[in-house]
């Protein structure tokens, strides 16, 4: 059994087009419709009821695209309204996406620097996590607000985003940081001005974790696409203009997927 039908992926806005990007790379022969909420961005710092209703909203529209199974491109979300819209879409597979703080422990590093939205580092789904592993790793905290509010306006490279790396995370520089945690999915599209700080860290988005989910639970419900389907990717936007879908194409083409992604 197999079924063509696209995979939905949503975000806040124009972060998970990375995530969107990966999982297209790993699954070549699947299709994705990918929703920007960009019209309610940035979400992680809104309170948790909006960002559950924004979410609702977002299922709704990727169902009538008559989706296979849904990912939440978004840390903010997955931990702000993944529970419950499990309980609520019971007819859907929904996959989110969390920091990727276990993979950077259980790869031994020993002083991880976690960056995320306020929100997600508030919420349970991040605290547990990190309560059980801060016992013997140090593991350093820093929210970046302000950050997707620049992404958001299609600046990913250049002095803006340097400063800002400068701004936020030259306090770390001195703390013998090994890893980087990226743990919002608008982070990766600015990976190169964090490594200019930091050159010798190794990078975890999370973007492996999430595909490897998403085939092993289409592969258990039979849901994988045929391997001679040919792969299409439609874009969507809460800010529905012609300018934005051009904006989001171009994004997605400039996204650079990590070699070590690809290694699932
Ligand atoms: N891309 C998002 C995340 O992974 C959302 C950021 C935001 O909208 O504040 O958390």
């Known amino acids: 059994m197999s079924d063509n039908r696209p995979i939905g992926v949503f975000d806040s806005g124009i972060g998970g087009l990375s995530t969107t990007r990966t999982m297209a790379t790993i699954m070549p022969h699947e299709s994705f419709v990918f929703l920007g909420d960009s019209k309610n961005a940035p979400y992680g710092d809104q309170e948790q009821p909006t960002i559950l209703n924004y979410s609702r909203n977002n299922v709704e529209f990727l169902l009538k695209k008559n989706v296979k199974a849904i990912v939440i491109a978004c840390n903010t979300a997955t931990s702000a309204a993944k529970a419950q819209l499990v309980n609520e879409f019971p007819e859907i597979p929904i996959i989110g996406i969390e920091p990727a703080l276990k993979p950077a422990v259980v790869q031994g590093n020993q002083h991880i620097l976690v960056l995320s939205t306020a929100l997600t580092m508030k919420l349970p789904k991040f605290q547990t996590q990190y309560q059980k592993y801060q016992a013997h790793t140090d593991i350093l905290l820093r ?3 302000g950050l997707v509010d620049i992404i958001e306006t299609g600046v990913i490279e250049g002095p803006q985003i340097d400063q800002f790396a400068v ?3 030259l306090s770390f520089e001195d703390k013998g940081v090994d890893s980087i945690v990226l743990g919002c999915t608008h982070y990766p599209f600015v990976r190169n001005s964090f490594a200019k ?3 010798n860290v190794q990078f975890y988005d ?4 999430v595909s490897k989910r998403v085939i092993s639970l289409l592969s258990q419900a039979d849901l994988l696409a045929e391997n001679t389907h040919k ?11 012609p300018t934005e879908i051009n904006r989001y194409q171009s ?3 400039r996204y650079q997927v990590l070699p070590s992604d ?3």
């Open 251 to 253: 994004l997605f083409d």
């Open 262 to 264: 690809l290694v699932i």
């Open 167 to 169: 701004d936020n995370l």
């Open 197 to 199: 700080l930091f050159p």
């Open 206 to 209: 999370g973007f492996d974790g």
């Open 231 to 241: 792969q299409t990717i439609d874009f969507y936007s809460t800010e529905d203009t």
């Open 143 to 145: 929210p970046l607000p």
